[in-house]
């Protein structure tokens, strides 16, 4: 032992430890009083307030005017290097989102201008993401069915169906020369397919100013601890079944089947379009297959490199999605890769510019789409905090939460008007982003003027991309998220409970949808929080010999059971949820249920019976006592007397105790808030053991849990004085009550020879 600590104090009860300590008295004031100086708090008009709530809402004010020089270079490295990863991938989740990828482009920009402006964090990157837009897609696909055309011989099929003449538009319909109404299906086929993308692109932008009001909403309110309802193995188990619907939803590409795949929704969907792959898979398209597996590797392979030669590399990646777009951008123009033999599904047509900015016209869907935009605001909302806090925590500056949901509301919010789709925060982006050398949010800004001249100039030249590398680009990206599964064995060790909460929530999500699955992890999370509440850590507390330590007797050998004391530990705070457990827990803990003794007490009265002659009637003698310092062996230490209900006094005013002991101390270090459920359930167990002879005492309890209980009535049957400081504070008047019930029960009672050890902290005094 490296250390002795000796102590010397009086015991101190509630009552006397408040009379000898001055407590600092608060002005409280009234609730009309506190609404009053709230008010006028609030509208108050200075240039200094002013100043405040604007920097409040626009955080670039406060960060910008300090920027330092010496970060420029970091930064436009980041930017550079952010900015030529969102090409690609733009245009590869604007084709997961079930969208036209230059609405991805957008998805890229305009998001990425505002987050510039509204964050507060340095290094979160936001774009388009995997989850996200699959339930983009999602929606997209329960919205606007899909047209499949097809021809009976020269009959022009819609979905299996022929065309009704009579519901045609005039402008599509033209007569041969023997005057026959025909279709004009080459222009009718166009305008209906781009019908169809334009409808899709409104649902898209409808549900993204949804999600963004949501957001907006929760900000304003406040209400961003609605997200700790997503615990990390809920988020991470979601997050890692979601990937295997992004996945399985990108595999038809890969293979040249998109034309041949239903899209699916609720559960067993991934089955069914798994189902569809396999039973077309002598369909697929060998050009597309060639590319797909030429691509997949070469990602896999450099990323890998980019990973391992991270420090050779200087932090720069080598932009291998880029590098692939534009091969296969030159080989496809070049080969006619679209055209037969080959048949490659490519983007097409990529316009330039910006779109125009317009209330999206689908918001009457908003009642059907509710739920799914809630569960986009708040994975969007849980994702991004948790990369803004691991990288603030990490680099040592502070960020607003509240801030962080309000300027992804506006990036939703905003941008819904210009043709953009759902954005969150990306991993990998901005694992990149701050590995490459970003500082700051002008990183956004940076990043955004690569996409600008993209945007105006060079997105037609994108236009002959096989679908099958965006496919394959996604897929690639998703590693990250299959990577969790490395977690699971440490998690196992650390939580049983929260392990199974991520398997059953990343099964559920897989079988039954994102929607259904992410129910299930949530009320997965409800349900292990109560069995953790109703079930919490409850022990008996023996004493280290010779110190003021208390542990749990049966795992420490050196701690041991006071005679005639129980010392209830009980590791939670105490509500209407769990007052039921708490009871059950004490009652099993001490070995007897006062209510089952004062009952059989009540029957025996009635048939004029003995008390003392009840079993659990017990007397602590003086041989429990350990007499010198070398009997701290685990055998002297812990020895018991057996039951000897035939010494037991029934005396009126000596009643022996019917419990087995003489006082009941409680624990109650651990109870941070109590509630008057669990209040009054307290003082009818203490008034139930009370009746029985026992003394009950408090230890440790907080000011609020002892104003709660007061407030319920606890004065009128547990004086101040029971209420103690410590535990310790609290065993040492029980050691006393304990001493006077030997001596009146047995006059021939010494105190034991080393109770007057100045070393012994029990009967006499505290030292240490």
């Not at 304003?220 to 399985?248: E, K």
């Amino acid at each position: 032992m490296d250390s002795t600590v000796l102590v010397s104090r009086p015991t101190y009860n509630d009552e006397n430890f408040h009379q000898t300590y001055d407590v600092n008295e608060k002005n409280r004031l009234g609730y009309r009083e506190q609404l009053q100086r709230f008010a006028r708090s609030q509208t108050q008009c200075s240039l200094h307030r002013f100043w405040k709530i604007l920097v409040s809402f626009f955080p670039v004010f406060l960060w910008l005017p300090k920027y330092k020089k010496k970060y420029i270079v970091g930064d436009l490295i980041a930017g550079w290097t952010v900015g030529v990863i969102r090409i690609p991938q733009g245009m590869a989740y604007a084709l997961l989102a079930g969208v036209q990828p230059v609405f991805g482009l957008y998805s890229c920009f305009f998001p990425v201008l505002l987050w510039f402006v509204f964050s507060t964090s340095k290094h979160t990157s936001v774009g388009t993401m995997a989850v996200v837009c699959l339930m983009i897609q999602n929606l997209i696909d329960i919205h606007v069915p899909d047209i499949i055309p097809s021809y009976n011989g020269t009959q022009l099929l819609l979905n299996g169906k022929a065309v009704d003449l009579e519901k045609v538009d005039p402008q599509y319909i033209i007569t041969d020369s023997e005057n026959n109404r025909l279709l004009n299906d080459s222009s009718f086929l166009d305008d209906k397919l781009s019908n169809l993308e334009a409808e899709k692109i409104q649902v898209a932008c409808s549900a993204t100013l949804l999600v963004g009001i949501i957001q907006l909403s929760m900000a304003l309110l406040r209400l961003g601890f609605l997200t700790t309802l997503l615990s990390d193995p809920v988020i991470q188990g979601f997050t890692t079944g979601a990937a295997f619907h992004v996945m399985m939803s990108q595999v038809k590409y890969l293979f040249g089947l998109a034309k041949y795949v239903g899209k699916y929704n609720g559960p067993f969907a991934l089955f069914k379009t798994l189902g569809d792959i396999l039973h077309h898979l002598p369909q697929s398209n060998i050009a597309d297959v060639i590319i797909s597996a030429i691509a997949l590797p070469t990602l896999l392979v450099v990323k890998y490199l980019n990973e391992r030669y991270k420090q050779k590399l200087r932090n720069i990646p080598i932009p291998v999605e880029l590098i692939l777009v534009v091969l296969a951008t030159v080989i496809s123009y070049f080969g006619n890769l679209d055209d037969p033999p080959y048949n490659v599904n490519i983007v097409k047509t990529i316009p330039t510019g910006f779109p125009d900015f317009s209330m999206p016209s689908r918001t009457d869907l908003w009642s059907e789409m509710v739920t799914d935009c809630l569960i986009m605001a708040f994975i969007s909302v849980a994702i991004s905090l948790s990369l803004t806090k691991i990288y603030s925590d990490k680099h040592g500056y502070d960020v607003d939460a509240n801030q962080e949901i309000f300027a992804l509301g506006i990036c939703n919010t905003i941008p819904a008007f210009l043709s953009s789709f759902a954005v969150a925060a990306s991993l990998s982006r901005t694992a990149i982003q701050e590995s490459t050398g970003g500082k700051t949010q002008l990183v956004s800004i940076l990043s955004s003027i690569l996409m600008l001249i993209v945007l105006i100039w060079l997105a037609p030249l994108f236009e002959p991309v096989p679908k099958s590398l965006l496919a394959c680009i996604i897929i690639v990206a998703l590693k990250s998220l299959f990577k969790q599964f490395e977690k699971l064995k440490e998690l196992f060790l650390v939580s049983k409970i929260d392990f199974t909460i991520w398997v059953v929530t990343c099964f559920s999500v897989v079988v039954l949808g994102v929607d259904l699955g992410l129910a299930v992890g949530v009320a997965m999370a409800i349900a292990a929080l109560i069995y953790r509440i109703q079930h919490p850590k409850h022990v008996i507390l023996g004493r280290i010999m010779h110190t003021d330590l208390y542990a749990d007797h049966k795992k420490y050998k050196d701690a041991y059971e006071i005679p005639g004391v129980k010392i209830f530990h009980y590791a939670d705070s105490v509500s209407f949820t769990n007052k039921d457990a708490f009871r059950n827990s004490l009652y099993k803990a001490v070995g007897s249920n006062p209510s089952t003794i004062l009952s059989k007490i009540e029957k025996r009265k009635k048939k004029g019976g003995n008390l003392a002659a009840d079993s659990e009637t017990r007397l602590i003698r003086m041989e429990e006592f350990p007499t010198s310092r070398t009997e701290t062996s685990d055998d002297k230490v812990r020895k018991r007397s057996n039951l000897s209900p035939e010494g037991a006094s029934t005396s009126n005013n000596n009643p022996a105790p019917l419990m087995g002991f003489h006082v009941l101390i409680f624990d109650a270090t651990m109870w941070s808030f109590i509630d008057s459920t669990a209040s009054r359930e307290i003082i009818q167990i203490i008034v139930k053991f009370q009746s029985l002879g026992v003394t009950v005492l408090i230890a440790g309890a907080s000011g609020n849990v002892i104003n709660t209980l007061d407030g319920c009535g606890l004065t009128s049957h547990l004086s101040r004085d029971r209420v103690f400081v410590t535990v310790h504070d609290a065993v040492v008047h029980a050691e006393r009550i304990v001493q006077q019930q030997l001596r009146r029960n047995d006059e021939s009672f010494e105190e034991p020879p080393f109770s007057s050890m100045p070393d012994y902290p029990g009967f006499d005094s505290l030292a240490l």
